[in-house]
Nanobody, 121 residues
């Protein structure tokens, strides 16, 4: 019953900005970590950024200094602000969350359906 719904992808010129959002809905007791991964054609899925419930963050090396992850715990939503975009940032971006559906369960990992980000040169 848990769903992650992403929005905000699209086409942008190199040097531009985009903001991705991902909202978790359904029966949720607690969300531990949330994050963004991406997968370009012919490549493995890679970490872009993730954030814990306490606000600690870490980023993939290729996006450090350009992307910023944040979250609104009250809305069960995570954001990814992407600045100074490059053509190599072109990929499908997937939202990811580690959460407990109820107080009596362990943590489960959920994925969104993905949103396309295309950066033209």
């Amino acid at each position: 019953q848990v769903q992650l719904v992403e929005s905000g992808g699209g086409l942008v010129q190199a040097g531009g900005s985009l903001r991705l959002s991902c909202a978790a809905s359904g029966i949720i007791f607690k969300i531990n970590k949330m994050g963004w991964y991406r997968q370009a054609p012919g490549k493995q899925r890679e970490l872009v950024a993730r954030i814990t419930s306490g606000g600690s963050t870490n980023y993939g090396d290729s996006v450090k200094g350009r992307f910023t992850i944040s979250r609104d715990n009250a809305k069960n939503t995570v954001y990814l602000q992407m600045n100074s975009l490059k053509p190599e940032d072109t990929a499908v971006y997937y939202c990811n969350a580690g959460l407990l559906p109820s107080v009596a369960t362990r943590e489960y990992t959920y994925w969104g359906q993905g949103t396309q980000v295309t950066v033209s040169s």
